[in-house]
């Protein structure tokens, strides 16, 4: 999805006197200040209120409009909405509404609304010859530019018929089956929301995106019950009752970064019940030809400093401890922490700007009713996290530079339990806990079998679910291996019929455990170290000889 951070509008916010904000601010900002000024204090009715009132407006122009007398005469509710927010696609939209009408539920059975964010290119067009063939394709086109997805969203939330509501950006594409698939599963569920496999599609490769959320066919559970649920939290694969969000007002807020998470936070505080399915529905466009996608050109540090509107959002809901954990952690270590253990920070000559919202992160826990770091699930951020809060800044610093500088990391084990040991550490950081570890030993071949046998050892041994060889570029590219685990030692075999089935690539064979968590098997081949002025490397040969390389 494009969108350009548009020119602020002066326009009248009718619901904020009751807020106590000016009514002449830029809208766009306004909102963003609301969420971290005011407590986030802001009402969802208010995004409600603001699209409603575009709609009602001459700041759009309606082709087929769902809610004209004449739809609501003939009484065409469809069966699913699709919303998709366009700003200059006209590179990617053709495909997109072609995914949409080529769907084998039916076109008939669907309602597309496509809100167009004041382009400037020639995709309002094609969108409305689009619309003028079909008239369950609904073309808003805004006079003015909003900035950010939240709007036009939010305008077709509003003008949604649909029994179920799904959204669809303007530069990605549907499988073609997969609103049928999402749909019959409610149905079949009545369940509140459901959500599928998402394929990120790269020039030279694809890969699932939140592979725990689509791993296997589970009906009608708590979301609370699905590990890293609140990890996914972006509008592809997903589909859920129109009802749920005009009940309980839930809408976009208008922000260039971070909507979606706080739109689907509220989805996941007000469902009952989820399905999740391991079917592909999905594909998100992260091709050479989309360089100007929002995830792409958005600033890593604007990303963050949108996290603490999230965070503060959250916490003036007073949810339980169980729900607000949830959503929080994830935002505390996937979001904020883990933004250190990148390229990006380790390489930056502004580490300060990073350590500034890490400060301004850790300032919103001091009056959680619980240790946020107690539901980390890595143990090296919470090592890291540890660190700086004793004030050991420059350490803290250098454990994320020594973890993506160190090609030779030496791994520990101590009562069967991995452990990273840093160097550079003396206390009781020396060694930091890896949840898994495996290190391949031996391999050979025997009666036209692979058989390669290897060291694992964590806490997740008796949670191993299969060994699979995966293609590094093709998610559907892929075979299970037979495998036996005594103890601290495993065996994998494949044998190589099964290999025939697999098409030309490199591949990587994994460890899952968890159902949806993947390790590597580990094969040292080399270990290179600066001794004074001089390179020493160890390392296997063409001929698999242990050799040695000194270089000056």
């Known amino acids: 999805m494009k969108f350009t ?21 830029p809208r766009f900002a306004s909102r963003t200040t609301i969420l971290s000024n005011r407590r986030a204090s802001i009402l969802d009715t208010s995004f409600k209120q603001h699209a409603k009132e575009y709609i009602d407006s001459d700041r759009v122009y309606i082709i087929n409009n769902p809610n004209s007398f004449r739809n609501k005469f003939l009484k065409r509710n469809k069966k699913v909405t699709i919303v998709t927010a366009s700003y200059n696609s006209e590179n990617f939209i053709k495909q997109t509404m072609d995914s949409v009408i080529n769907q084998t539920i039916g076109m008939h059975n669907i309602e597309h609304i ?41 305008i077709g939330i509003e003008l949604a018929t649909g029994k179920y509501i ?19 599963i409610l149905e079949e569920t009545n369940d509140d929301y459901v959500v599928g496999k998402t394929i990120k599609v790269e020039t030279k490769e694809q890969s699932i995106v939140g592979e725990f959320a689509s791993i296997m066919e589970r009906r009608s559970i708590s979301p609370f019950d699905v590990p890293h649920f609140f990890h996914h939290m972006g509008p592809p694969s997903k589909m859920m009752k129109l009802s749920l969000l005009k009940e309980h007002d839930i809408r976009f807020p208008e922000m260039k970064f ?36 929002l995830t792409r050109v958005t600033n890593v540090l604007d990303k963050r400093r949108s996290d603490l509107n999230v965070i503060n959002y959250i916490k003036v809901k007073k949810l339980s401890i169980e729900k607000e954990k949830a959503a929080l952690t994830r935002i505390y270590e996937t979001d904020i922490v883990k933004t250190f253990d990148s390229w990006l920070f380790v390489k930056s000559e502004s580490k300060e ?44 610093i250098k454990l994320f530079e020594w973890s993506k500088r160190d090609k030779n990391k030496k791994y520990v084990i101590q009562d069967s339990f991995p452990y990273y040991e840093v160097p550079f550490l003396e206390d009781k950081y020396r060694f930091i806990r890896i949840p898994m570890l495996a290190k391949a030993l031996d391999s050979y071949v025997v009666n036209n079998r692979y058989v390669q046998t290897f060291e694992i050892y964590g806490d997740y041994i008796d949670n191993i679910n299969t060994v699979l060889i995966r293609d590094r570029k093709r998610f559907d590219n892929e075979v299970h291996c037979d495998f036996h685990i005594s103890g601290n ?19 990587t064979v994994f460890i899952r455990y968890n159902d949806y968590q993947l390790i590597n098997i580990k094969r040292i081949l080399k270990t290179q170290v600066t001794h004074g002025k001089r390179n020493v490397e160890f390392y296997t040969s063409l001929a698999n000889n242990l050799s040695l390389s000194i270089k000056s």
Request: aromatic residues 12%; negative net charge; contains cysteine.
């Open 489 to 507: 030692f495993g065996q994998l075999q494949v044998n190589y019929k099964d290999l025939d089935k697999l098409k030309n690539s490199l591949f």
């Open 258 to 293: 971070a909507e979606d998470k706080l739109f689907f936070c509220d989805v996941f505080f007000h469902v009952n019940r989820v399905s999740t399915t391991t079917k592909p529905i999905y594909y998100v466009n992260r091709t050479d030809d989309n360089p100007s996608s």
């Open 166 to 184: 799904t959204f669809l950006d303007a530069d990605d594409w549907l499988a073609p089956d997969g609103i049928e698939a999402l749909y019959n």
């Open 114 to 154: 496509i809100v167009d964010d004041c382009s400037t290119d020639n995709s309002p067009e094609i969108i409305k010859e689009y619309a003028l063939q079909y008239n369950n394709i609904c073309f808003v086109s805004l006079k003015e530019n909003s900035g950010s997805p939240g709007l036009p969203r939010n």
């Open 353 to 396: 700007d990073f350590i500034e919202i890490l400060e301004q992160a850790i300032e919103t826990t001091k009056n959680l009713r619980y240790d946020f770091r107690k539901g980390f699930k890595t143990p090296f951020y919470r090592a890291a996290i540890d660190l700086f809060l004793e004030g050991r800044k420059d350490d803290f």
């Open 5 to 25: 951070k548009g020119r602020p509008k002066t326009v009248i916010l009718h619901i904020s006197t009751s807020l106590g904000i000016p009514t002449n601010i």
